[in-house]
T-cell receptor, first 118, second 114 residues
Framework: AQKITQTQPGMFVQEKEAVTLDCTYDTSDPSYGLFWYKQPSSGEMIFLIY??????QNATEGRYSLNFQKARKSANLVISASQLGDSAMYFC???????????????FGIGTKLQVIP | AAGVIQSPRHLIKEKRETATLKCYPIPRHDTVYWYQQGPGQDPQFLISFYEKMQSDKGSIPDRFSAQQFSDYHSELNMSSLELGDSALYFC?????????????FGPGTRLTVL
């Protein structure tokens, strides 16, 4: 079974509008971490936001927020006030188990390609 | 702020040749990860090192080996290269703070095997 599911292969959003990128995950481990990364066409992988499984509040980082619904096992990324520079591939990812000892490999979803329209 | 450094950024090799990719983690980060991202695919975990010891292993071919040195930099050695090894190779580093374990990725090495 897929551990990370991103069902939107591509999304369009108008500049200055908000957009939500969907992510659901599957794990039986009570301790896990969820991440969103941005990969522009240049190829680098840029960390955006992190949510721990025990965090009570949704994570926010500037224009990025993570809508964490633990019971539904979803971790959607919300980008507010989209900018042209937000056009990129966005990956949802998960680390399972305790975050120590070098066993924190991350499993990625297949990504969502976001295009911001002027 | 200092980021993860990878070299070279681009590498072109012939089939059956060898390649060495280098990674310099963010200072004070104690864990290094290697990922392989094929064209149009998501990154796949290869191998990780914690405090210079191999800690976890993913879908890394036997033709590949890696190590982490005393200065925490890591090298991924790839032998008998195949066309299918053409990919973007990422190194990521993290610090085991016990609270968060965000992996920060380097810019990647784009390997092309001809």
């Amino acid at each position: 079974a897929q551990k990370i599911t991103q069902t939107q292969p591509g999304m369009f959003v108008q500049e200055k509008e908000a957009v939500t990128l969907d992510c659901t995950y599957d794990t039986s481990d009570p301790s896990y971490g969820l991440f969103w990364y941005k990969q522009p066409s240049s190829g680098e992988m840029i960390f955006l936001i992190y949510q721990g499984s025990y965090d009570q509040q949704n994570a926010t980082e500037g224009r990025y927020s993570l809508n964490f619904q633990k019971a539904r096992k979803s971790a959607n990324l919300v980008i507010s006030a989209s900018q042209l520079g937000d056009s990129a591939m966005y990956f949802c990812a998960m680390r399972e188990g305790e975050n120590s000892g070098g066993y924190q490999k991350v499993t990625f979803g297949i990504g969502t390609k976001l295009q911001v329209i002027p | 702020a200092a980021g993860v450094i990878q070299s070279p950024r681009h590498l072109i090799k012939e089939k059956r040749e060898t390649a060495t990719l280098k990674c310099y983690p963010i200072p004070r980060h104690d864990t290094v990860y290697w990922y392989q991202q094929g064209p149009g695919q998501d990154p796949q975990f290869l191998i990780s090192f914690y405090e210079k010891m191999q800690s976890d292993k993913g879908s890394i071919p036997d033709r590949f080996s890696a190590q982490q040195f005393s200065d925490y930099h890591s090298e991924l050695n790839m032998s008998s290269l195949e066309l299918g090894d053409s990919a973007l190779y990422f190194c990521a580093s993290s610090y085991d703070s016990g609270f968060t374990d965000t992996q920060y990725f380097g810019p990647g090495t784009r390997l092309t095997v001809l």
